[in-house]
């Protein structure tokens, strides 16, 4: 269904719209599957990229559930919790005909004051106490009838991850009004939240938890001393360390076979259309755009799902949280915060999802900086470039009897990139700081406790992501893949020509045009060739060097990889080879990322900017690196 169908808004013959609503990590996204049936559909709402998913009610086809961004209240500033809770406003549309609150059983104080402020809407609502069977399990007993009658709602205590825990609040929704004929002004109501007093608020709130709570919950010893163990300055730095080298290890090692395996469908697909169909514009379109477009996208489709599953699986466990405490010190000194800390490690595998996963920071400088600095992380697609130009000057051997030079090499560059990432942020922080607009507040939040993952819920949500990237970073490779392919095809070769067909190509004239101006970089003609593709996608660049220096007919990308090493090691040098390293540090040359920041930031100027700084960091570092290695090499 498109994004039109979904238009929220229906007149009186149209679906009821029941909004869920809940705080991050209640088992919302799980009690909503399950309501749902998990045929949900997901669109954008109405002049924002974020995901709005959308599921029929299993008891009743006419009432359409919404499953809005979590939030732990309606006075928000983040992008994702501002839609939340616009869409209770009716800020698209009509407001939802009901609410069904979801709030964490086991971390109720977190979560009360939102249903106190959804109160003040005025509209039906259930209320789901979730994870009831983790509360009880830990000596905590919640008076649910008291609650309901403090509330003057239905308020039910829920196991999402249980068919049959869920069947109270199902009947609870089944019994909604299904419409509602009040009416909110959208203006109104925002002035009414934002004149709650808070400290009254949190004074409801210890009132009625004293009323409700009948026994405090004991976390189990273990539950204590891990707590303390994780969170420890020290040891739980040492912790979260080991689980992200396990983590970048599996995202390397376990995606390999797989990326290996699809790489070579992707291959034999083109070798097979090519012997198939005669030589010409239709053969070469197919399989060096529209094949080679959608191979550069999924081959490495498995390192981001590897690295979803594992962000997935840490958040659902309760630890993720626990490490954007951890880092909330460190991080605070280069103006951002533990908010950062997930955007920028999704930075390693790709940097779409890291300026996606931006929207949930509250504070807009912040979100701004992390999306800025997130292409400065290394991310997969830099991968075959960093191993084919260290393959061809890095010795391989052994430092101090134990570390791989080339591997020393590549660690070297991961950590040059983390650095400039750290500066940079430090840097913005100075530069709004001298301007006045630095607010830092300290991370205020109540950790979840650790509990079991939910497989089912990890599955649903994967699934998710890795249909999103997809869908936004996909087609925007394929696009760009095919458009270039114009470029580098047309027009082509003369009779009697020598060299490459790519150099008497668009591109190659436009190679040759550049090439003054990256000269004191070093870089040749060919470079700046390769580097035209490259826009599109890092990891292409390595096929575009082949098809160049014209080695790449016919061959794998390993193929392309191993003929082109001597060719690096002979003609480009050191101070070549490390000049164009340190470019793609920095260059911002993927068009994914950056129409990602256009539709994230919404503004043409500030994606212009990022990427010209980005650029000018790229070109004046790999211009010193070049000039420094030329004389003392």
């Given at each position: 269904?498109?994004?039109?169908?979904h238009?929220?808004?229906?007149?009186?013959?149209?679906?009821?719209?029941?909004?869920?609503?809940?705080?991050?990590?209640?088992?919302?996204?799980?009690?909503?599957?399950?309501l749902?049936?998990?045929?949900?559909?997901?669109?954008?709402?109405?002049?924002?990229?974020?995901?709005?998913?959308?599921g029929?009610?299993?008891?009743?086809?006419?009432?359409?559930?919404?499953?809005?961004?979590?939030?732990?209240?309606?006075?928000?500033?983040?992008?994702?919790?501002?839609?939340?809770?616009?869409?209770?406003?009716?800020?698209?549309?009509?407001?939802?005909?009901?609410?069904?609150?979801?709030?964490d059983?086991?971390?109720?104080?977190?979560?009360?004051?939102?249903?106190?402020?959804l109160?003040?809407?005025?509209?039906?609502?259930?209320?789901?106490?979730?994870?009831?069977?983790?509360?009880?399990?830990?000596?905590?007993?919640?008076?649910a009838?008291?609650?309901?009658?403090?509330?003057?709602?239905?308020?039910?205590?829920?196991?999402?991850?249980?068919?049959?825990?869920?069947?109270?609040v199902?009947?609870?929704?089944?019994?909604?009004p299904?419409?509602?004929?009040?009416?909110?002004?959208?203006?109104?109501?925002?002035?009414?939240?934002?004149?709650?007093?808070?400290?009254?608020?949190?004074e409801?709130v210890?009132?009625?938890?004293?009323?409700?709570?009948?026994?405090?919950?004991?976390?189990?010893a273990?539950?204590?001393?891990?707590?303390?163990?994780?969170?420890?300055?020290?040891?739980?730095?040492?912790?979260?360390l080991s689980?992200?080298?396990?983590?970048?290890?599996?995202v390397y090692?376990?995606?390999?076979?797989?990326?290996?395996?699809?790489?070579?469908l992707?291959?034999?697909?083109?070798g097979?259309?090519?012997e198939?169909?005669p030589?010409?514009?239709?053969?070469?379109?197919?399989?060096?755009?529209?094949?080679?477009?959608?191979?550069?996208?999924?081959?490495?489709?498995?390192?981001?799902?590897?690295?979803f599953?594992f962000i997935?699986?840490?958040?659902?466990?309760?630890y993720?949280?626990?490490?954007?405490f951890?880092?909330?010190?460190?991080?605070?000194?280069?103006?951002?915060?533990?908010?950062s800390?997930?955007?920028?490690?999704?930075?390693?595998?790709?940097?779409?999802?890291?300026?996606?996963?931006?929207?949930?920071?509250?504070?807009?400088?912040?979100?701004?900086?992390?999306?800025?600095?997130?292409?400065?992380?290394?991310?997969?697609?830099?991968?075959?470039?960093?191993?084919?130009?260290?393959?061809?000057?890095?010795?391989?051997r052994?430092v101090?009897?134990?570390?791989?030079?080339?591997?020393?090499?590549?660690?070297?560059?991961?950590?040059?990139?983390?650095?400039?990432?750290?500066?940079?942020?430090?840097?913005?922080?100075?530069?709004?700081?001298?301007?006045g607009?630095?607010?830092?507040?300290?991370?205020?939040?109540?950790?979840?406790?650790?509990?079991?993952?939910?497989?089912?819920?990890?599955?649903?949500?994967?699934?998710?992501?890795?249909?999103?990237?997809?869908?936004?970073?996909?087609?925007?490779?394929?696009?760009?893949?095919?458009?270039?392919?114009?470029?580098?095809?047309?027009?082509?070769?003369?009779?009697?020509?020598?060299?490459?067909?790519?150099?008497y190509?668009?591109?190659?004239?436009?190679?040759?045009l550049?090439?003054?101006?990256?000269?004191?970089?070093?870089?040749?003609?060919?470079?700046?060739?390769?580097?035209?593709?490259?826009?599109?996608?890092?990891?292409?660049?390595?096929?575009?060097?082949?098809?160049?220096?014209?080695?790449?007919?016919?061959?794998?990308?390993?193929?392309?990889?191993n003929?082109?090493i001597?060719?690096?090691?002979?003609?480009?040098?050191?101070?070549?080879?490390?000049?164009?390293?340190?470019?793609?540090?920095y260059a911002?040359?993927?068009a994914?990322?950056?129409?990602?920041?256009?539709?994230?930031?919404?503004?043409?100027?500030?994606?212009?900017?990022i990427?010209?700084?980005?650029?000018g960091?790229?070109?004046?570092?790999?211009?010193?690196?070049?000039?420094?290695?030329?004389?003392?090499?």
């Open positions: 269904m498109s994004a039109t169908a238009t929220i808004g229906f007149g009186e013959a149209g679906p009821s719209i029941f909004a869920l609503l809940g705080a991050p990590n209640c088992g919302k996204t799980v009690l909503f599957n399950g749902t049936g998990s045929h949900a559909k997901v669109a954008n709402y109405p002049g924002v990229t974020v995901d709005k998913r959308e029929k009610f299993v008891r009743d086809a006419n009432i359409r559930i919404i499953d809005l961004p979590g939030t732990y209240s309606l006075r928000t500033t983040s992008p994702d919790e501002a839609v939340a809770r616009d869409m209770l406003l009716g800020r698209y549309g009509s407001c939802p005909d009901a609410i069904i609150a979801v709030a059983a086991t971390n109720l104080r977190m979560t009360l004051r939102m249903m106190l402020e109160k003040t809407l005025g509209l039906p609502m259930v209320v789901s106490l979730n994870l009831s069977d983790v509360a009880h399990a830990r000596g905590l007993k919640i008076d009838a008291k609650l309901s009658k403090l509330l003057g709602v239905p308020v039910l205590e829920t196991v999402a991850i249980r068919r049959d825990g869920i069947r109270a199902e009947e609870a929704v089944a019994k909604l299904r419409r509602f004929h009040g009416k909110i002004d959208p203006d109104e109501a925002l002035k009414v939240l934002n004149s709650l007093d808070s400290n009254a608020l949190y409801q210890e009132d009625i938890l004293s009323q409700v709570v009948k026994t405090e919950m004991t976390l189990p273990w539950h204590r001393k891990l707590d303390r163990l994780v969170l420890h300055p020290f040891w739980g730095m040492v912790i979260l689980i992200l080298l396990m983590v970048f290890q599996a090692t376990w995606a390999q076979p797989i990326m290996d395996t699809i790489q070579g992707f291959d034999s697909l083109g097979w259309v090519a198939v169909l030589e010409g514009l239709l053969s070469d379109l197919l399989v060096n755009g529209v094949i080679a477009g959608t191979g550069s996208v999924l081959v490495f489709l498995p390192q981001i799902t590897i690295l599953a997935l699986l840490l958040e659902d466990s309760g993720l949280p626990r490490a954007a951890l880092l909330d010190n460190l991080l605070s000194r280069t103006g951002l915060s533990g908010r800390f997930i955007p920028l490690l999704s930075s390693f595998a790709c940097a779409v999802p890291a300026v996606m996963s931006a929207r949930t920071i509250q504070d807009p400088r912040e979100r701004l900086v992390t999306i800025a600095i997130a292409p400065m992380l290394t991310c997969s697609a830099r991968l075959p470039v960093y191993a084919l130009i260290i393959a061809a000057v890095i010795p391989n052994t101090m009897g134990v570390f791989n030079l080339q591997g020393l090499t590549l660690f070297g560059l991961y950590l040059a990139g983390i650095l400039s990432a750290a500066l940079s942020a430090l840097a913005l922080k100075w530069i709004a700081r001298s301007k607009n630095v607010q830092q507040f300290p991370l205020l939040m109540e950790l979840p406790t650790f509990r079991m993952p939910n497989f089912k819920h990890i599955v649903t949500s994967l699934w998710d992501r890795v249909k999103a990237f997809l869908v936004r970073a996909g087609t925007v490779i394929f696009s760009v893949s095919v458009v270039l392919w114009a470029l580098t095809s047309f027009p082509a070769a003369p009779e009697g020509a020598t060299g490459a067909a790519i150099d190509s668009l591109a190659g004239i436009l190679g040759h550049l090439q003054p101006i990256f000269a004191p970089l070093g870089f040749t003609w060919q470079m700046c060739i390769a580097m035209i593709p490259g826009i599109a996608a890092r990891e292409v660049v390595v096929a575009a060097l082949g098809t160049v220096y014209a080695v790449g007919a016919g061959g794998s990308e390993d193929a392309v990889s003929a082109l001597p060719i690096v090691h002979n003609s480009w040098g050191l101070p070549t080879a490390f000049a164009f390293l340190t470019w793609y540090i911002p040359m993927c994914a990322t950056l129409a990602v920041i256009r539709r994230e930031t919404k503004s043409a100027k500030t994606t212009a900017l990427t010209f700084s980005l650029l960091l790229a070109y004046f570092f790999a211009m010193v690196v070049y000039q420094i290695t030329s004389r003392i090499m």
